[in-house]
C-alpha cells in the first residue's frame, strides 16, 4: 500500500442515466444534494445501445451545468465501432471534458458481439492513438477478480494491459474486505502498476438488489454482513443503519491505510453516501 499514499485522494459520486419521469426528478435532487459535499468529480455510468449512449452525455452535462462540478462519462466496448468511439470522443472534446472512464462493458441478453474492442485495454489503447493526452483515462480494478478471469494473475496482468495501453488511474469494483484490496495493491505494487487504484464504495440500503449485483459482478458480501441483513428482514431503517455503520468503519479503515480515495456506487440515491461522508469527516476535507 505504500506507494498509493503518494496521491492526493479524490472522492466521487456514480450515478446512471435515469429513464423515467420519476428517476430523473430523483436524480435532480440526488445531484444537488450530493454537490453540496463539493466531491471531485461525478461520474455517469454507460448503458449499451443507442439510445442509452445519448443519455450518458446528457446526463453528464446536465449535472455540470446545474452543479459546476465536473461530470466524467464512462464509455464502453459494448456495441461500439471505431467511428461510433471517434465521434463521441470529438463531442467530449468540443464540451471540455478531459476525464473519461473506459470499460469493456458486460453484453446484454441476446446481444451477440462487443463491438470492434474485445477488451478495455483495446479501447484504451484506440482513445490514446485518436486524442493523445486530451483525456485522464480510468479503468476498473478487481480486488476480489472479474467474474470471468482465467485466474487471479491473469486478471492482475490484464489490469495490467489497461495501464500499459495508457490509463492514468483505476477504480475498483466494490468489497468489503479491505484486505482483497490491500492484497490487491501489493501485487500491483510487484508488477510496477504505479497508478492511484481508488476504492469503488458500495453504500448498503436494501439487501436483495445488493445480493443480485454481487452475484452478478463476483464482489463478496462476507458471511457476518449477509447473515445480519437477512435478520431485519423488511426493516429498511435497520438496514439503512447497519450498512452506513458497516460501510463507513470499511472507507475509514481504507483511508487510514492509504486509499487514495473513494468513488460511490450511489445507485441515484444520495442519503447513504451522505451520511458515511460526513461520518467519514469529508465534507470538512481540504480540497485545494
Ligand atoms: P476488461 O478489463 O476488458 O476485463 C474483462 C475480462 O476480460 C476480465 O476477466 C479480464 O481478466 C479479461 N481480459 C481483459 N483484457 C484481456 C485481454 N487483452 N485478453 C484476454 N482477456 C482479457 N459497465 C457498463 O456497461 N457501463 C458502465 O458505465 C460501467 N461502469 C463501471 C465502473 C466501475 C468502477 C466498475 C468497476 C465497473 C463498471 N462496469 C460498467 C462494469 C464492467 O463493464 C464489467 O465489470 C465488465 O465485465 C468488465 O469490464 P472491464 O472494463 O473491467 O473489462
Not at 487471479?152 to 495501464?163: M, P, S, T, W
Request: aromatic share 12%; glycine share 6%; charged share 20%.
Amino acid at each position: 500500500m505504500q506507494s498509493q499514499k503518494q496521491y492526493r485522494p479524490k472522492f466521487s459520486f456514480e450515478c446512471y442515466s435515469p429513464k423515467t419521469p420519476d428517476s430523473i426528478a430523483s436524480l435532480q435532487s440526488t445531484q444537488l444534494e450530493l454537490a453540496e459535499l463539493n466531491p471531485d468529480f461525478f461520474s455517469v455510468t454507460y448503458g449499451a445501445g443507442g439510445s442509452t449512449r445519448n443519455m450518458t452525455f446528457e446526463t453528464v452535462m446536465d449535472i455540470r451545468n446545474k452543479t459546476g462540478i465536473e461530470c466524467v462519462p464512462h464509455i464502453s466496448c459494448v456495441g461500439n465501432w471505431d467511428n461510433d468511439i471517434r465521434s463521441m470522443l470529438q463531442k467530449y472534446i468540443d464540451h471540455d471534458i478531459t476525464r473519461i472512464v473506459v470499460l469493456r462493458g458486460d453484453l446484454p441478453s441476446g446481444t451477440v458481439g462487443y463491438g470492434q474492442f474485445q477488451h478495455a485495454n483495446e479501447l484504451v489503447e484506440f482513445i490514446r492513438k485518436e486524442t493523445g493526452d486530451h483525456f485522464h483515462i480510468e479503468v476498473a480494478a478487481y480486488p476480489e477478480f472479474h467474474p470471468q478471469a482465467k485466474s487471479a494473475a491473469v486478471d492482475i496482468e490484464n489490469f495490467k494491459r489497461k495501464i500499459d495501453s495508457g490509463a492514468n488511474s483505476a477504480i475498483t469494483q466494490y468489497f468489503y474486505n479491505p484486505f482483497s484490496y490491500y492484497r490487491f495493491v501489493e501485487c500491483c505494487e510487484k508488477l510496477n502498476i504505479n497508478v492511484p487504484i481508488v476504492a469503488g464504495i458500495m453504500p448498503i440500503t436494501n439487501c436483495t438488489q445488493l445480493v443480485r449485483f454481487s452475484e452478478g459482478c463476483g464482489a463478496e458480501i462476507p458471511r457476518w454482513i449477509l447473515k445480519q441483513l437477512y435478520d431485519f428482514g423488511d426493516d429498511r431503517d435497520a438496514i439503512f443503519k447497519f450498512g452506513v455503520d458497516v460501510v463507513t468503519e470499511l472507507c475509514d479503515q481504507l483511508l487510514s491505510n492509504g486509499t487514495p480515495g473513494l468513488h460511490f456506487f450511489t445507485m441515484n440515491r444520495s442519503a447513504a453516501s451522505n451520511l458515511i461522508w460526513k461520518n467519514l469527516g469529508l465534507d470538512e476535507r481540504q480540497t485545494a
